[in-house]
């Protein structure tokens, strides 16, 4: 039986860009927030982890925001020599 209702606000891009996947998935908005909640009850938290990034993690997360020193590849082979190397 449903009964309750939820309110949030969330980011326009972020709510568009989650229900192109759950239409992928053939779920409503509605249903996959009912899967995360009963995910939560049966985890008995959250569904996935959640961490503080260390500062190696935050300095590239800034980096990459900033586009600073990221790398950029003419194609796939050299990117994938690249990670090779």
């Given at each position: 039986m449903k009964g309750s209702v939820i309110t949030a606000r969330i980011d326009t891009s972020a709510k568009?860009?989650?229900?192109?996947?759950?239409?992928?998935?053939?779920?409503?908005?509605?249903?996959?927030?009912?899967?995360?909640?009963?995910?939560?009850?049966?985890?008995?938290?959250?569904?996935?982890?959640?961490?503080?990034?260390?500062?190696?993690?935050?300095?590239a997360l800034k980096n990459a925001r900033l586009r600073r020193n990221l790398k950029s590849f003419d194609n796939v082979d050299d990117l994938f020599?690249?990670?090779e190397a």
């Open positions: 568009r860009d989650a229900e192109r996947v759950f239409k992928t998935l053939g779920l409503t908005a509605t249903e996959a927030i009912t899967i995360f909640y009963k995910q939560v009850a049966l985890r008995q938290g959250l569904p996935f982890s959640v961490e503080i990034p260390n500062e190696t993690t935050r300095r020599e690249d990670l």
